[in-house]
């Protein structure tokens, strides 16, 4: 069912000053949603403030934030924590919403969430969620078009973007016909596809790169070749020159190897704990194996995050993960991954 924005239209038109945030380890679509949402609403004449739950804004996506102003939680300033609207892109999870959680649990302002995934916390907001759409992107394009303002080429850059990182560039198992109907009109309406993906996938660090060397380096078969894990350890990222948002997407090299239906990447965490990202290509929904170690996500990709050490940690998740492919036979069925948030 198609959803109903004219509720945040309503309180778009009765509010001033919003404040826009993503989950942790922002993401292009995270960060392409809230920088198109701030243009239309900056183009109605709305304060607009951007701020995310961690540190460390990811370079690979310096280009939605040219003037550097979507800065760390920690870094918001009392004017920014006087807002009536606090609207959240791309998760509706506690967890994701990091150091965050507590002033958004306690705020007076009203809450939104505009959100694709089917894992769902109340966080007592307004919910525009729909688990079809492929993007957030699609719902920040639905919502702009709602609100009736024009959406410079900065907006449809940023909601391009948003798709694309989504659905690993239209190849994810997410993306439909729908999909290429939505990228042919934020091209027509001024997105520019072959410079974002050179500002994308073109500019990798060499650190992203050696980084890269290493997981492929530790990539390990398990429950008779329909797993494969690799890791990341804290030392890793000095030691090669890298950040932690240069993980971005290294998980996806565990299900180049043929014949593997379920894909991990265990990595620590600079402040403690283990991120586990999951793929599934398989019979195995990664959404319910993630929630069971406090994550949530897609059925074919999911995150968590686990305290602990990363070997007792990797050892219990390959433990459950067994037993569910226990239940199931091996899997002829071809690519349909989603897309992880957090």
């Not at 299900?255 to 999951?278: A, D, H, N, R, T």
């Amino acid at each position: 069912m198609p959803i109903n924005w004219q509720p945040l239209v309503d309180l778009v038109a009765a509010k001033k000053r919003f404040m826009l945030t993503t989950h942790v380890r922002p993401d292009g679509d995270g960060l392409g949603s809230l920088r198109a949402i701030a243009v239309a609403l900056r183009q109605l004449g709305k304060q607009v403030y951007l701020v995310f739950p961690t540190s460390g804004y990811p370079a690979r996506y310096d280009f939605l934030d040219p003037e550097g102003e979507i800065t760390p939680f920690a870094r918001s300033t009392e004017t920014q924590r006087d807002v009536e609207v606090i609207l959240i892109a791309d998760t509706g999870t506690w967890n994701q919403l990091g150091d965050m959680a507590d002033f958004v649990r306690h705020s007076p302002a009203v809450k939104v969430v505009i959100d694709h995934h089917v894992t769902q916390d109340d966080l007592e907001a307004l919910r525009f969620v729909d688990v079809t759409a492929e993007a957030t992107g699609r719902l920040a394009h639905e919502f702009l078009t709602a609100l009736g303002q024009p959406m410079p080429t900065e907006a449809v850059n940023a909601l391009f973007t948003a798709v694309a990182m989504d659905t690993g560039w239209f190849r994810h198992g997410n993306t439909t016909a729908r999909t290429f109907a939505l990228a042919a009109d934020l091209t027509a309406a001024g997105a520019q596809p072959t410079r974002l993906y050179e500002l994308l996938f073109e500019r990798s660090t060499l650190g992203r790169m050696k980084l890269s060397g290493l997981v492929l380096d530790r990539l390990t078969l398990t429950h008779e070749g329909r797993v494969a894990w690799s890791c990341i350890r804290r030392s890793d990222y000095p030691a090669v020159g890298a950040v932690p948002s240069d993980s971005e997407d290294l998980v996806n090299w565990t299900l180049g190897v043929k014949g593997v239906e379920v894909g991990l990447l265990f990595m620590e965490q600079p402040i403690g704990g283990i991120k586990i990202s999951f793929r599934s290509r398989g019979p195995v929904d990664v959404a319910a194996l993630a929630s069971e170690f406090g994550g949530g996500g897609h059925p074919a990709a999911s995150g968590a995050i686990v305290h602990g050490e990363l070997e007792a940690v990797r050892d219990r998740v390959l433990q459950r993960l067994g037993v569910l492919l226990n239940e199931t036979t091996p899997s002829t069925k071809s690519d349909a991954r989603g897309w992880e948030k957090g």
